[in-house]
C-alpha cells in the first residue's frame, strides 16, 4: 500500500487530489449558502433545473473529451497530438450544439405549462456550453498527462465559481444564485483561451474516426446513464413531490455523495497509465488490490465518524435540515459506490470494455426508474434512500463482476 500512494504522489496525485477537493468544497459551500440564503421553493427549483441539465452533462460533445483522454495518451508526437485535439475539439462543439437543441426540445415537451421551469432550464443551457468547453481543455491537460495544468486550471474554475456564487446570491438572492451558475463555467477563458478549430482527419495518422466516434459516445452514454442513478431520485422527488422535499433530500445527499470524491482522485490520476497499460494484468490487479485495501480501510472510517456525528454534520444547514435518518442511509450508499463502483466502472474502461457499463448502467436505470415511481407515492424519502442504497451497491457489485471476467483474457 505504501509503494502505491507514494506512485499517486509521483504522478502529481497531490494536484489532482487538491482540485477535486476544492471543486467539492466549492460546490458544497456554494450549496450550503445556497440552502441558507434562499427559500426551500427556491433551492428546491434550483437544485431541480440543475438535476435536469445533470442528465445530459456526461454527453457534451459526444464525448469527445472521454476520446481525447483515452486516444490522447497513445499519440507520442506532439503536433500530432494537438492536431487530433483541434479535431476532436470541433467536431465535439458542432454535437453540443445538437445536443443543446435537444435539450430545450425536451425541456418544453415536459414541462409546457410550467413556464418558470423552462425559463430557468433555458438559462442553464448557456452553462452546458461553458462546461464542454472548460471539460475538453481538462481533457486536454490529462492527455498530455500535465496533472498539475490540469489541477490548476480545476482550481481556478472552483475558487471563481464560489466566488461569483457568494457575490451574486449576497446580493441579488435567487436570480444572483442562478446568474453565478450559468455564467461561472465559462471562467477558464481568464486562465486558457487557446482552442483551435479543424475538421480534416486525413492528417491524423493512424486514427480510426469510426473507432474513435464509437469509444467516445459508448463511453460518454455509460457515463451519463451511471450518473442517471445518481440524479434519478432529485428528478421523481421534483416530479412527484414538492420543491421543499427536493431541498431536503438534496442537503442530506450533499455530504455522503461528497465523499466519492477521494476515490474519484486515485482514479483520474492513474486511469491514462492503465489505460496505457490495458493489456499488463499484473499492472491492473496490483492497482486494484492496493485501492480495495485503501478504500476499504477509510470507507468504514469515513461511515463510523458521519454515523455518530450525523446531527452535528446536518445542523450546519439550518434546523429544517435536523432529520439525519436519510443521512444515515446515504452514507453507507456512499462508502459502498467508493469501494466498488468509483475502481470498477474505471477498470472495465481502461480496458476498453465500457459497454459492459453501458448495459450494467441501463439496467440499473430501468430498475431505479421503475422502483422510484412505484415506492415514492407510499414510502416518500425514506423509500427514495432505500431504493438508491440498493441501487448504488448492485451498480458497484455488477462492474467488478465484468472486470475480473474480461480481465481473464488479459496476457
Request: a positive charge.
Given at each position: 500500500?505504501?509503494?502505491?500512494?507514494?506512485n499517486?504522489?509521483?504522478?502529481?496525485?497531490?494536484?489532482?487530489?487538491a482540485?477535486?477537493?476544492v471543486?467539492?468544497?466549492?460546490?458544497?459551500l456554494?450549496s450550503?449558502?445556497?440552502a441558507?440564503?434562499?427559500t426551500?421553493?427556491?433551492?428546491g427549483m434550483?437544485?431541480?433545473a440543475?438535476?435536469?441539465?445533470?442528465?445530459?452533462?456526461?454527453?457534451?460533445?459526444?464525448?469527445?473529451a472521454?476520446?481525447?483522454?483515452?486516444?490522447?495518451?497513445?499519440?507520442?508526437?506532439?503536433?500530432?497530438?494537438?492536431?487530433?485535439?483541434?479535431?476532436?475539439?470541433?467536431?465535439?462543439?458542432?454535437?453540443?450544439?445538437?445536443?443543446?437543441?435537444?435539450?430545450?426540445?425536451v425541456?418544453?415537451?415536459?414541462?409546457?405549462?410550467?413556464?418558470?421551469?423552462?425559463?430557468?432550464?433555458?438559462?442553464?443551457?448557456?452553462?452546458?456550453?461553458?462546461?464542454?468547453?472548460?471539460?475538453q481543455?481538462?481533457?486536454?491537460?490529462?492527455?498530455?498527462l500535465d496533472?498539475?495544468?490540469?489541477?490548476?486550471l480545476?482550481?481556478?474554475?472552483?475558487?471563481?465559481?464560489?466566488?461569483?456564487?457568494?457575490?451574486?446570491?449576497?446580493?441579488?438572492?435567487?436570480?444572483?444564485?442562478?446568474?453565478s451558475?450559468?455564467?461561472?463555467?465559462?471562467?477558464?477563458?481568464l486562465?486558457?483561451?487557446k482552442?483551435?478549430l479543424?475538421?480534416?482527419?486525413?492528417?491524423?495518422?493512424?486514427?480510426?474516426?469510426?473507432?474513435?466516434?464509437?469509444?467516445s459516445?459508448t463511453?460518454?452514454?455509460?457515463t451519463?446513464?451511471?450518473?442517471?442513478?445518481?440524479?434519478?431520485?432529485?428528478?421523481?422527488?421534483?416530479?412527484?413531490?414538492?420543491?421543499?422535499?427536493?431541498?431536503?433530500?438534496?442537503?442530506?445527499?450533499?455530504?455522503?455523495?461528497?465523499?466519492?470524491?477521494?476515490?474519484?482522485?486515485?482514479?483520474?490520476?492513474?486511469?491514462?497509465k492503465?489505460?496505457?497499460?490495458?493489456?499488463?494484468k499484473?499492472?491492473?490487479?496490483?492497482?486494484v488490490?492496493?485501492?480495495?485495501?485503501?478504500?476499504?480501510?477509510?470507507?468504514?472510517?469515513?461511515y463510523?465518524?458521519?454515523?455518530?456525528?450525523s446531527?452535528?454534520?446536518?445542523?450546519?444547514?439550518g434546523?429544517?435540515?435536523a432529520?439525519?435518518?436519510?443521512?444515515?442511509?446515504?452514507?453507507?450508499?456512499?462508502v459502498?459506490?467508493?469501494i466498488?463502483?468509483?475502481?470498477?466502472?474505471?477498470?472495465?474502461a481502461?480496458?476498453?470494455?465500457?459497454?459492459?457499463?453501458?448495459k450494467?448502467?441501463?439496467?440499473?436505470?430501468?430498475l431505479?426508474?421503475?422502483?422510484?415511481?412505484l415506492?415514492?407515492?407510499?414510502f416518500?424519502?425514506?423509500?427514495?434512500?432505500?431504493?438508491?442504497?440498493?441501487?448504488?451497491?448492485?451498480?458497484?457489485i455488477?462492474?467488478?463482476?465484468?472486470?475480473?471476467?474480461?480481465?481473464?483474457?488479459?496476457s
Amino acid at each position: 500500500m505504501k509503494s502505491f500512494i507514494q506512485n499517486f504522489v509521483a504522478k502529481k496525485g497531490i494536484w489532482v487530489g487538491a482540485s477535486l477537493f476544492v471543486s467539492r468544497i466549492s460546490s458544497f459551500l456554494i450549496s450550503l449558502f445556497g440552502a441558507r440564503m434562499l427559500t426551500m421553493d427556491e433551492f428546491g427549483m434550483a437544485t431541480f433545473a440543475l438535476n435536469f441539465l445533470g442528465i445530459f452533462l456526461a454527453i457534451s460533445g459526444f464525448g469527445a473529451a472521454q476520446g481525447v483522454l483515452k486516444y490522447g495518451p497513445t499519440i507520442h508526437d506532439q503536433k500530432e497530438k494537438e492536431r487530433f485535439f483541434s479535431y476532436a475539439f470541433s467536431y465535439g462543439l458542432i454535437y453540443n450544439f445538437v445536443l443543446t437543441a435537444i435539450m430545450f426540445l425536451v425541456a418544453g415537451f415536459l414541462y409546457w405549462n410550467e413556464h418558470s421551469k423552462i425559463y430557468l432550464i433555458a438559462l442553464f443551457l448557456i452553462r452546458f456550453l461553458g462546461f464542454y468547453l472548460s471539460e475538453q481543455k481538462k481533457a486536454e491537460y490529462r492527455a498530455n498527462l500535465d496533472n498539475e495544468s490540469y489541477a490548476k486550471l480545476d482550481i481556478f474554475i472552483s475558487v471563481l465559481s464560489l466566488i461569483l456564487s457568494l457575490v451574486l446570491t449576497y446580493f441579488w438572492h435567487f436570480e444572483g444564485f442562478i446568474i453565478s451558475l450559468v455564467i461561472a463555467p465559462f471562467s477558464y477563458l481568464l486562465f486558457d483561451r487557446k482552442f483551435n478549430l479543424s475538421f480534416k482527419s486525413n492528417h491524423l495518422q493512424n486514427f480510426n474516426k469510426k473507432e474513435f466516434w464509437n469509444f467516445s459516445s459508448t463511453t460518454a452514454l455509460t457515463t451519463q446513464v451511471g450518473e442517471l442513478v445518481f440524479i434519478l431520485d432529485i428528478f421523481f422527488i421534483g416530479w412527484l413531490m414538492t420543491d421543499a422535499d427536493v431541498a431536503h433530500y438534496k442537503v442530506s445527499a450533499m455530504i455522503p455523495m461528497n465523499i466519492l470524491v477521494l476515490g474519484f482522485i486515485f482514479m483520474q490520476t492513474e486511469y491514462p497509465k492503465l489505460c496505457q497499460h490495458h493489456r499488463d494484468k499484473k499492472y491492473q490487479y496490483h492497482f486494484v488490490f492496493n485501492y480495495l485495501k485503501l478504500f476499504t480501510i477509510v470507507g468504514v472510517a469515513i461511515y463510523l465518524v458521519g454515523y455518530f456525528f450525523s446531527k452535528q454534520v446536518l445542523g450546519i444547514f439550518g434546523k429544517q435540515y435536523a432529520d439525519t435518518t436519510i443521512y444515515n442511509i446515504l452514507l453507507l450508499a456512499a462508502v459502498m459506490s467508493l469501494i466498488f463502483r468509483v475502481l470498477f466502472v474505471y477498470m472495465l474502461a481502461s480496458i476498453g470494455k465500457s459497454m459492459w457499463n453501458l448495459k450494467i448502467s441501463v439496467l440499473m436505470l430501468l430498475l431505479t426508474s421503475v422502483s422510484l415511481y412505484l415506492i415514492i407515492p407510499k414510502f416518500g424519502l425514506i423509500g427514495v434512500a432505500y431504493i438508491t442504497f440498493g441501487c448504488l451497491t448492485l451498480s458497484g457489485i455488477l462492474p467488478a463482476i465484468a472486470y475480473f471476467y474480461e480481465s481473464k483474457k488479459l496476457s
